[in-house]
């Protein structure tokens, strides 16, 4: 959810219709993405029995939302607008994006060394590989913005930011 909302905000301080057209794409596949995330935990915890939900420590969650999805870090943490950042620097906002993706492999990478069930495993395989594809597509994204920078337009979309003036 975290980063569908992060690229689809960001994509209108992008200057460039190819880094534009990157972020709207990528941010509408991590909503896909959520959809496959929820559908495994649902599949997980709708048949559990109350025993079933006191022994695997879901039983916090499960008083507060039953087994319906509700975002949250594996922690604990519930999710929030902070999740998603959006500086209206392209640089910066592509830096963070490319930064998010290897977070999310991370995770998927963990996931994939506690769990051995292939119904999990195959979805959260193929997550893992767009998360690779979406880092490369960032990296073509910045390479397009900073080709496009000069001395004059360091900041991408606002060279008067570079323009000294007295206070």
């Keep these: 959810m975290g980063a569908s909302m992060r690229y689809l ?7 460039y219709k190819e880094g534009k057209a ?3 794409d990528i941010g509408t596949e991590e909503l896909a993405h959520l959809e496959i995330v929820a559908t495994i935990v649902h599949q997980l915890t709708r048949n559990l029995t109350p025993e ?3 022994e695997s ?17 594996a922690g604990g943490i519930p999710f929030n607008a902070c999740e998603f950042q959006s500086k209206g620097d392209p640089i910066t ?10 977070k999310a492999r991370s995770t998927y990478d ?11 495993c195959d979805p ?3 997550l893992r590989m767009r998360e690779v594809v979406h880092f490369q597509r960032f ?12 001395s004059k337009n360091f900041y991408a979309f606002n060279p008067s930011f570079d323009v000294k003036t007295k206070c």
């Design 22 to 24: 990157i972020l709207t």
């Design 110 to 120: 963990n996931i994939l060394r506690v769990i051995t069930d292939p119904d999990i």
């Design 124 to 126: 959260i395989r193929f």
């Design 52 to 54: 079933q939900v006191v």
């Design 9 to 15: 905000s960001q994509r209108y301080a992008m200057p």
């Design 57 to 73: 420590g879901f039983g916090p969650y499960y008083i507060d939302h039953t087994t319906g999805i509700w975002p949250q870090a």
């Design 139 to 150: 990296g073509e994204a910045l390479r397009i913005t900073q080709d496009n920078l000069d």
């Design 93 to 102: 906002d592509l830096v963070e994006d490319m930064a998010a993706e290897q």
